[in-house]
């Protein structure tokens, strides 16, 4: 059970650190408008920690909710992001975290799904195939919370 080494990583500046004894049970892209935004960058690459075997290890991220069931994590000294966490089902169990603040990047798996894929930029990043791809507005339960939130796009309210 669990890792010999935990899986480490943080910010970019270092204050907030954190650690995984258990290897990450999922990766995946995701494409959509908020995240985005959020990174400013094409997609956001997650690797899915449950949150039994995952804490921050030196200081606190700070937060803040991009829509009412997301909860964004970064650094406030550096801004650096360094993940996000669902308010809701199972996701609510998991903590993702960005790939690249992983001290060792190239360790984790390449992903096996691609959310959000209504929002993929196909001149920035090619859609590879046998990976599942799912549009966030097939999931009534996402979409309908999402469509609550614009602030992701602010000149549309
Ligand atoms: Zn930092
Ligand atoms: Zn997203």
């Keep these: 059970m669990g890792l010999e080494k935990p899986i480490t990583g943080g910010c970019y500046c270092g204050a907030v ?3 995984s004894t258990e290897p990450p049970v999922r990766c995946g892209m995701c494409h959509c408008s908020m995240c985005q935004r959020w990174l400013g960058g094409a997609a ?13 290890s ?17 650094c ?3 801004g650096g992001s360094i993940g996000h966490r669902y308010k809701f089902g ?14 060792e990047p190239k360790a984790v798996d390449t992903p096996s799904f691609y959310f959000g894929v209504e929002d993929h930029l196909p001149g920035w990043i090619t859609l590879r195939e046998g990976i599942t791809q799912i549009r966030a507005d097939t999931s009534p339960q996402i979409a309908e919370r999402f469509a609550e939130e ?8």
């Excluded at 956001?44 to 921050?56: I, P, Q």
């Excluded at 614009?150 to 309210?157: G, I, L, S, V």
């Design 90 to 103: 199972d996701t609510a169990s998991i903590e993702i975290i960005f790939v690249g603040t992983l001290d």
């Design 58 to 74: 030196k200081g606190e991220p700070a937060r803040f909710m991009t829509s009412k069931i997301l909860e964004r994590h970064y």
């Design 76 to 78: 406030a000294d550096c």
């Design 150 to 157: 614009q602030r992701q796009n602010p000149d549309t309210e």
């Design 44 to 56: 956001a690459m997650g690797v899915f920690f449950e949150v039994d075997s995952f804490r921050f």
């Design 17 to 19: 650190r954190y650690e």
